[in-house]
């Protein structure tokens, strides 16, 4: 068999990351960052309040001392007059510090009279100033480049100055189930067949690793019926379920062995039957049919492809302790469908392991425990891997 690794390196292999396009900041949400955010002015751009209360000198504001109001300075009123000696001037939350200004007394510490204001606690130094470029300064770098961009990082790329941003242009992913056995969700199957949960799980995992699913007609176990559906796609990557093992009616190998791609299997449970090669010139992945064997291999196999078109890095790996039993596969890497307990330990999603049909283990899974092919049997308190169905690749 081949090793898990191995597989993921040529999946890898065929795949370049792909050209960037400029968005408005509120498209690029879920986007992947394609240069880097840099500050464009230093941030914050002026020393402002933390605080509603009052600009003083600190040499002024002693405890008790009563101060003339010199001015109100509101936050988007621009630049204040230099504070004179022996006063204060009532401010804002974020508006600017007047200079001469040296600390900010907040309004529960002072006590406000009808054109004066008595400082009840004396205020140490620079306290409540958000002081100029404390957050960035000018040209530094705000988020690097291959960042997925949530809420926080579409912020922090906002206050660096930026109305548009350069994101990677999202892969088109070509995602085809086969198998005459399939029918349309919602529809009643006859004898022998099952609803079709392939094409929305692919199409479902393209979306959530930064794609665009191009969803094909089911192509059934008909000699040259995967061929024809493929045909002319416009895509930069193809995912195939079913028809890639070694049975009478395995359409995706039959009609894809001798056009470039090498079928394998693979070292992994589930998942073992693969493919992967170009379609003419367009890079295919072939996965096993079973729901769970979909999900894995796509975790494991396709993710990193998604990540190469995307230019996203490889994520860190992750680890927690087991909190059941179970058997693994002897001579493969596991890919189990998972569930963490409140304490974080690791339980299977179903008492029946990793099952390649068991989908509805999916909908209790929050994510993979990864377990080597060198084990044979998981023990409560055992460190397994964790395998997020992520981009970000964050359990």
Request: aromatic share 4%; hydrophobic share 45%; glycine share 12%.
């Amino acid at each position: 068999m081949r090793p898990v690794d191995e597989h993921v390196g040529e999946a890898v292999s065929l795949v370049e990351r792909l050209t960037s396009e400029s968005v408005p900041l509120e498209d690029a949400y879920r986007r992947v960052l394609a240069e880097p955010a840099v500050a464009r002015d230093d941030g914050p751009p002026f020393d402002n309040s933390a605080m509603d209360g009052y600009a003083v000198r600190r040499a002024d504001a002693t405890a008790g001392a009563t101060l003339p109001l010199a001015a109100d300075i509101a936050a988007g009123s621009g630049l204040p007059d230099a504070l004179a000696h022996g006063h204060a001037a009532r401010i804002m939350t974020g508006a600017p510090v007047p200079s001469g200004a040296d600390a900010v007394v907040p309004v529960e510490k002072a006590t406000l009279g009808s054109d004066s204001v008595t400082i009840d606690v004396a205020p140490s130094e620079g306290a409540h100033i958000r002081r100029r470029g404390e957050d960035t300064r000018a040209g530094d770098e705000v988020v690097a480049p291959g960042t997925v961009l949530g809420p926080w990082q579409l912020a922090a790329v906002a206050s660096a100055g930026y109305g548009t941003v350069s994101v990677t242009r999202r892969p088109r992913v070509a995602v085809l189930a086969t198998g005459d056995e399939l029918v349309d969700p919602g529809s009643t199957p006859g004898a022998g067949q099952i609803s079709d949960s392939n094409s929305t799980l692919l199409a479902a995992l393209v979306r959530d690793y930064g794609g665009v699913p191009v969803v094909l007609p089911r192509a059934g176990d008909a000699p040259g019926a995967v061929s024809a559906t493929l045909a002319g796609i416009d895509a930069d990557l193809i995912v195939t379920a079913g028809g890639a093992s070694v049975g009478a009616y395995d359409p995706v190998k039959a009609d894809l062995i001798d056009r470039g791609v090498t079928f394998h299997a693979v070292a992994m449970q589930p998942g073992k039957p693969q493919g992967l090669g170009l379609v003419d010139g367009t890079p295919i992945a072939c996965l096993p049919g079973n729901p769970v064997s979909v999900a894995a291999t796509f975790a494991v196999v396709v993710a990193p492809m998604m990540r190469r078109l995307l230019g996203v890095a490889t994520p860190r790996g992750y680890t927690a302790r087991a909190g059941s039993t179970w058997r693994t596969p002897s001579g493969r890497a596991q890919y189990l469908p998972a569930v963490v307990d409140a304490g974080g330990a690791v339980h299977p999603a179903t008492p029946r392991g990793s099952q390649s049909h068991l989908v509805a283990s999916l909908a209790r899974g929050r994510l993979l425990a990864v377990v080597p092919a060198s084990v044979d049997e998981v023990h409560p308190g055992d460190t397994v891997g964790l395998m997020s169905m992520s981009l970000e690749g964050t359990p």
